[in-house]
């Protein structure tokens, strides 16, 4: 390699590591539901987006296993070829029905979904209004769309309103995460449509953890806000709650035509293989058919957030499996992390950029499939460690 070339790698790594912000991937060895198995050692698991434990839902595991033996195991193409497998209608159908609007479409990942539709829908000339703490992917497919970008603080609808007061017969996007993925608090969607509706604009809302989880019947942030799904944008995944790959747009059915025919990250890569068509197909029936799945989440989140504020620990407040420990710098949520991991629980310490400067924290998820046991145990670890870090006196 060229020196100019490891000059700027190696310094790059040395400058992130000197701050403690170098990242590792951990292998994971084995899964047993809310267990895994690390470096020989069995901990449990508090840090995943598998709210509903359905990566290891039988009946998921069957559809896959049925589809693969049914269609192979790739699609083989991009969907505008030949690899638009008729699983993805299914899927969409399906997807459009489950969020209550017109039309969906299926993309690879959430990731791609997000670029797909921002960088679709909006242009040059177009205005897009941000929330400062929108997911990385949003904040990409804002820069890819060329639209002018404003940025307002996190959750603030008057700052909202304010970055939209001169905008009369401009086109102009709202965009929020539904709930925020570091801090488990969902967005003021009521306002926001509102907002939306006055202005004209188009509200997009990124679901990722909401749907499966928030409303009364799991359709997502919408639902738990009040918020009627006509005429908004909604983005989501399936990899979350829904344990499986890939992300939807579903909204009004124009906008989703439009997608159909201008989204690049939809053409320019391969369709996602049967086995994961066919798993979330089957995982959004399951969201209706097994409604206790989503109370015992839900049951599990105010248990463990109920048991964390008695011992002293103030958790995040919002009504999601994500449930923030705030402590600040790198260094003790580090220490922490590392206590946690040497007890028995895994939960890795988020750091900038992943979150601002100063506001490390320790990003606790609950499954369905903890046990009350489970709950209680890592509850007993984190105020251990707690103490032992200093972050509680
Ligand atoms: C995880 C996440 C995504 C990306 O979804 P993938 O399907 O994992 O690519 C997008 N937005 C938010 C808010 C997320 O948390």
Not at 143 to 171: G, N, T, W, Y
Not at 218 to 236: A, F, H, T
Request: proline residues 5%; contains cysteine; negative net charge.
């Amino acid at each position: 390699m060229h020196s100019l070339w490891e000059q700027k790698l190696e310094q790059t790594l040395n400058e992130q590591r000197a701050r403690g912000l170098s990242r590792k991937m951990v292998d994971v060895e084995e899964v047993h539901g809310p267990e895994i198995t690390i470096d020989n050692q069995r901990v449990l698991l508090f840090s995943s987006n598998d709210y509903l434990g359905y990566t290891q839902h039988p009946a998921l595991k069957e559809a896959a296993r049925k589809a693969a033996d049914e269609w192979g195991v790739g699609a083989g193409a991009s969907r505008l070829i030949s690899g638009n497998l008729g699983l993805n209608a299914e899927l969409e159908k399906k997807t459009s029905s489950f969020k209550h609007t017109d039309d969906a479409l299926v993309f690879c990942t959430g990731f791609m979904a997000n670029l797909g539709v921002v960088a679709g829908l909006a242009g040059p000339g177009d205005i897009i209004i941000s929330d400062s703490l929108n997911h990385a992917s949003l904040v990409d497919a804002c820069r890819l769309s060329k639209a002018e970008v404003r940025i307002v603080p996190h959750a603030d609808v008057s700052s909202f309103k304010k970055a939209m007061s001169d905008i009369s017969d401009q086109r102009a996007v709202i965009l929020t995460d539904g709930v925020f993925s570091m801090d488990g608090d969902v967005a003021p969607l009521a306002d926001l449509a509102e907002l939306a509706e006055s202005k004209g604009a188009l509200l997009i809302v990124d679901d990722a953890h909401g749907t499966g989880v928030l409303g009364e019947t799991g359709r997502g942030s919408l639902e738990y806000s009040g918020v009627d799904p006509k005429g908004v944008v909604q983005i989501g995944t399936f990899s979350k709650a829904l344990g499986g790959l890939g992300g939807f747009a579903a909204g009004p059915e124009l906008v989703i035509e439009y997608l159909r025919n201008r989204s690049r990250t939809l053409f320019y890569t391969t369709g996602l293989p049967p086995s994961v068509l066919a798993s979330n197909i089957k995982s959004l029936s399951l969201v209706d058919q097994e409604p206790e799945t989503r109370a015992r989440l839900h049951e599990n989140i105010s248990n463990f957030k109920q048991q964390l504020v008695e011992s002293g620990l103030r958790p995040g407040s919002g009504p999601t499996a994500i449930v923030p420990i705030m402590i600040g710098e790198t260094d003790p949520t580090l220490a922490m992390a590392a206590q946690l991991r040497s007890t028995g629980l895994y939960c890795p310490a988020m750091r900038p950029p992943t979150v601002p400067p100063g506001e490390c924290r320790l990003r606790l998820s609950l499954m369905a499939t903890h046990t009350s046991e489970q709950v209680e145990r890592a509850v007993s670890l984190i105020i251990d460690a707690a103490h032992k870090t200093g972050v509680l006196s």
